[in-house]
């Protein structure tokens, strides 16, 4: 397991994760969870190829944060199919002050073990990670 700056340990298995992700296509999207107590990165939910953008919006709790990595494919102004790896620190308003502090003190640290994201997003609300958002910063 590698060691985070902020005392986080990060889960071999989200770097497992993240590598089928990338060269193997074998996953939509991966949310990631910090188990405070065991003080590390742990995956929490793996999001099959053919899972739509709406069920990984829906897996990402309302008053709690999450690291998620997405699959995003579209299709460029040429007519060109394509497909970039977006990276989603997700942090409500709503969740504890503790958590924010954390999740964002890890970040960093946890992205340099995940090589290959080609878009980053920090978000706090729906709104500010819509498809929309999505395709605008795709491009």
């Not at 409500?92 to 946890?110: L, N, Q, T």
């Amino acid at each position: 397991m590698a060691n985070a700056a902020s005392g986080m340990a990060v889960h071999d298995d989200c770097k497992l994760r993240f590598l089928e992700l990338k060269a193997k296509r074998t996953h939509r999207f991966i949310v990631y969870k910090i188990e405070e107590k065991q003080k590390q990165v742990i995956v929490e939910k793996v999001g099959e190829p053919v899972q739509t953008f709406e069920e990984f919006a829906a897996s990402l709790p309302a008053d709690e944060c999450r690291y998620a990595i997405y699959d995003f494919d579209f299709v460029t102004a040429e007519n060109c199919q394509k497909s970039k790896i977006f990276f989603i620190a997700w942090c409500p308003d709503i969740a504890k002050v503790r958590s924010k502090m954390i999740y964002a003190s890890s970040k960093d640290r946890f992205k340099r073990e995940l090589d290959g994201i080609q878009v980053e997003l920090q978000a706090t609300d729906p709104t500010e990670m819509d498809l929309d958002v999505f395709r605008s910063r795709a491009n």
